[in-house]
């Protein structure tokens, strides 16, 4: 178990309307953000290639080029001080720790639209609401927001990372699975993300038994009074591996920045994503896998003129919202099993992902699910 960073114990509040500056900057500039590969043409990495989709394959190019990258860039020199201050933070969207639940929910993207997307979860789901953001706007849903620091969406006990058990977090949980039941119409799309690394609550030195881990999150899931096909999990979010954070790292090697890009096995060592997927496959449930993001044979900690990361564990909401286009793509390729008539059911696959019923698309998008996440 990693010791916890001073953001992790102290997290830094700094506003909703703060927050949303970055996406206000994007929605300006366009209805829809688009991507600048780093790298000049396609290049390969041990995930595969992802060409059919052009997003996610532009993010590929730009992680690999900047795994081998020496300089940091200048744009991103300023962003260094301030990086621990960047991940999204919902302020009144997100309830803190022995605070009681009551499980209030915030809303973003096309706020007129009566089809909801629900995102649920703890940090690890809040820190997607500037891509997300983008999406509801650009396809014209409400992404309604049901987020507690340090309490997973997962229907297990744990020890937070103060190393003390949250007396609230299980009853906000039953609160948000029954508020998501009754919402009228129902969801399109229920998108669930949380922290994988959980410490067990008899001894919070060590981690929670991961078939504790596994079965509470099909629990939660199973209580879900909806389709399943509307239902995703989000994993694949790596470790950033440096000690303070990626910002401490990259101050000291502005020269070699490659110095602070840490190995796939060692960014995945900690989750339990293989387990998690395994356990959500034998259940019927199906998962995004977001690796592709931040990790080709090895993980960096920018990517063209983004930092990746805030902290160790948290994405830098600037980076979020510029993924945007490719989380449109993955969210559709996590629809690539349906059928055509359950595609009509759950149109929201095909309206992120209009070639999905190609075959060349429907390999890209296999290998997007199944790269490698260990």
């Known amino acids: 178990m990693t010791t916890p960073d001073p953001v992790r114990v102290s997290p830094r509040l700094f506003g909703i309307a703060t927050s949303l500056l970055c996406i206000t900057a994007f929605l ?7 991507m600048n590969a780093s790298s000049a043409g396609a290049q390969s990495s041990r995930f595969g290639s992802v060409s059919a989709l052009s997003a996610l394959q532009q993010v590929q190019n730009s992680i690999v080029a900047s795994s081998v990258q ?63 953001t983008l999406l509801g706007s650009k396809f014209h849903f409400k992404l309604i927001v049901y987020s507690r620091l340090g309490c997973p969406f997962a229907d297990v006990k744990i020890a937070d990372w103060l190393g003390k058990v949250d007396p609230g977090c299980l009853p906000f949980r039953r609160n948000v699975v029954r508020s998501i039941n009754q919402l009228s119409p129902k ?36 209580q879900l009074k909806l ?43 900690n989750y339990y994503y293989p387990s998690i997927i395994s356990s959500l496959t034998a259940a019927h449930f199906t998962y995004m896998n977001l690796s592709m993001f931040f990790c080709a044979s090895v993980c960096p900690v920018t990517s063209g003129d983004f930092l990746v990361h805030s ?41 992120m992902l209009p070639t999905l019923l190609q075959a060349k698309t429907r390999g890209s998008c296999r290998t997007a699910l199944t790269a490698p996440v260990s």
């Open 311 to 351: 902290d160790n564990w948290h994405v830098n909401q600037l980076y979020a919202a510029h993924l945007a286009p490719a989380m449109a793509e993955l969210i559709g390729c996590s629809g690539s099993d349906l059928t055509a008539a359950e595609l009509r059911k759950q149109p929201i696959y095909l309206a």
């Open 227 to 269: 389709d399943r096909n509307s239902i995703r999990v989000l994993l694949g979010e790596p470790n950033a591996g440096n000690t303070g954070s990626p910002g401490t790292c990259l101050a000291t090697n502005m020269e070699k920045i490659r110095n602070c890009a840490v190995s796939q096995s060692v960014a995945f060592s």
């Open 70 to 132: 020496g300089k940091l860039p200048k744009a991103l020199k300023s962003q260094l001080s301030t990086a621990l201050a960047s991940t999204f933070n919902g302020d009144s969207c997100l309830e803190q720790p022995n605070s009681a639940p009551i499980s209030i929910p915030c809303s973003f993207g096309d706020l007129k639209s009566n089809r909801n997307v629900i995102l649920y979860g703890d940090s690890f789901a809040l820190e997607w609401i500037p891509a997300l």
């Open 187 to 222: 969801p399109i799309l229920v998108l669930l993300s949380e922290e994988t690394e959980l410490r067990s609550p008899k001894n919070p030195s060590v981690n929670i038994d991961v078939s504790d881990f596994t079965r509470g999150n099909v629990k939660t899931l199973k």
């Open 28 to 34: 300006t500039l366009s209805s829809f953000p688009t």
